[in-house]
């Protein structure tokens, strides 16, 4: 029928068209068809995706955010006009003029929701609203390892439909790999999108789930275990080593899971407040400390009185609020939760160390009412014997990975956010990678506190690292952080960037996270003489690329 040269041409347009084109380029054919015959000028027929998404992420250290900005991205290239917004801006009482939003939610700690989104969940929970008219999906995320595995996606989607909302897409909930799971999401909502509208394409309400990945886990010999601080420091930061018992695959950027256990002391004093045949060995893996906002509800309930902590050790529960004789320890326990497994990054390299895995581990000391407490996995890990066999388990985070070894780097780590850019770079020096490394370092004390410096000094010297940094807070009056020195480097950090520099901070989240953040938009704004709205936008424009990336706690 066609020519060999025109029905190439077709063919080239249909393979390079998404299938939205395809629908709209049918509805435009039929229309020419019918004009000709009635003999008056085709007219343009609307694209079949008519539907004006929401998308609305709460989000604790980025990643709801990330698939936020792709999804949009993504929906603007097939000519769907959607929207995003965090949910720390979005207005309850607005949900209900709403038809169609689609949520992305993380999950932390104890099954709770990320700090940006708490007040949205229960303003929604607490209102009257009807929101019959709304439709809407949700992608949880979180971590298959933890007990409430997205729990806050669950929560989210159960209230939605308790208000009358209807699911555009079952729940969906996305472990640590969350990419694919995405993928098939977005691939999902636009094959729902593609009826006349959103209503038409609305599911069963019985909630689904994605497929997750399942996680091996391993055992090794803790072989070597040293402080990395010296006498007369603040801190007491570990470095340890693990030799595993079967071989181990894992990349720059991953981290380890362990499973940490309840002290003795904690448990005999628990126990204490029950019958003196109670059973002390089932408290060993079960969640006694730091008891979120859900779990001290049930506590108050079962004791009748007003728990008015919003995080809490099981411990000093039971001293302040006597609990009545009637309640057993059985009816304490069926609260607990199982201990969620704890993280910390990765701070060796395959190629480089053996095969062996090593962290880098700060004790964590604080006070509450002045009882001095520590972390929990933290004193297991401090406690832990040279020559013990320990459980463990590799999370890969592909949100966190090095860039081709041609291009260069900027690496922002201070304290104990050092771990994964000693993997980072000691990788890129058994590789023999061309790209400049540039590495920010900062601590309290210059003397005691410097980690890791002789392997730092070997870095300088043979010249894998083309720059570093260092700012110790505490060796002089006014305070020194690594976003000073940043500052002090604007013009070279900006032409880093300008060049395609990948960059990188690891660490806590507040408030060093945010604050080198805000300094790194300041620098752009000021180097590239723009304002700060459009430095800022830089920045999330190379975080969409995936040229800034963090790993913040």
Known sequence: MLSDTKLTLLQQLVAQSSKE????????????LSAQNNGVQPVETPTAVAVKPLIVYGTETGNAKKIATQLLANFKKNKIQ???TDIFQFDVTKLEKETLVLFIVSTQGEGEFPQNAVGFYEKLKASEAKLNQL???VLGLGDSSYPLFCNAGVLLDEVLVEKGAKRLLPLVKADVDFAPVVTQWETDLKNAFAGSNASASVVSNKAGTAVTS????????????????????NKETYHIEIIPNEELVYEPGDAIGFYPKNSEQEIVEIVSFFDKNTQKEVLFDKNIRGLGKKSLELLSGLFGVSITEEKADLVDILKKYPKPETVSFEDVLTLLHPIAPRLYSISSAVNAHDG???ITVNKNTFSIDGTLKTGLCSQFLADFPTEGEIEFYIHKNNNFKLPAEDKDIILIGPGTGIAPFRSFLAHRDAEGAEGRNWLFFGEQHFALDFYYQTEIQEWIASGLLTHF????SRDQERKIYVQDRIREKATDFNEWLESGASLYICGQKNPMSTDVENTIIEVIASERNISKEEAKQVLEDLETAGKYQKDVY
């Open 214 to 233: 399942h996680k091996k886990n391993f055992k090794g010999i803790v072989s070597h275990k040293i402080v990395l601080n010296d006498r007369g420091s």
């Open 356 to 358: 062996q895995v090593h």
């Open 135 to 137: 439709n809407f999906a």
């Open 469 to 472: 940094d260092t700012a110790f």
């Open 21 to 32: 084109e395809i629908i709209w380029t049918k509805g435009y054919l039929a229309g020419f």
């Open 82 to 84: 959607a929207k995003s």
